[in-house]
């Protein structure tokens, strides 16, 4: 399985972005998808997963500005993101797993660079 992100960048604060996620072969064997980030000197942390069936989780933190989901027919998950922070800014990495997780990390994406700076 691979994963590919995009739609990371640079964003005023406030700003939206939508990252995407496609994977490719064998993506049918996908159950979940998830998206963590990574800032500089912090650990990896789990920001949103959605599974196969739909069911999905948003981190607390974040759960009142950024929502998860995904298109099973294009392979690909989504993260929306909105009212962006400087304290969102770092690496967003896609996950992907065989089994139906709220934390999948069996295979990541190269991950895509946020960054919110005025």
């Known amino acids: 399985v691979q994963l590919v992100e995009s739609g990371g960048g640079l964003v005023q604060p406030g700003g939206s972005l939508t990252l995407s996620c496609v994977a490719s072969?064998?993506?049918?064997?996908?159950?979940?998808m998830g998206w963590y980030r990574q800032a500089p000197g912090k650990e990896r942390e789990l920001v949103a997963a959605?599974?196969?069936?739909?069911?999905?989780n948003v981190a607390d933190l974040v759960k009142d500005r950024f929502s998860v989901f995904k298109n099973n027919a294009a392979n690909t998950a989504y993260l929306q993101m909105n009212n962006l922070k400087p304290d969102d800014s770092a690496i967003y990495y896609c996950?992907?797993?065989?089994?139906?997780?709220?934390?999948?990390?069996?295979?990541w994406g190269q991950g895509t660079q946020v960054t919110v700076s005025s």
């Open positions: 072969g064998m993506y049918f064997a996908i159950n979940a």
């Open positions: 996950s992907g797993s065989y089994e139906y997780t709220l934390t999948p990390s069996d295979f």
């Open positions: 959605i599974t196969s069936g739909g069911r999905s």
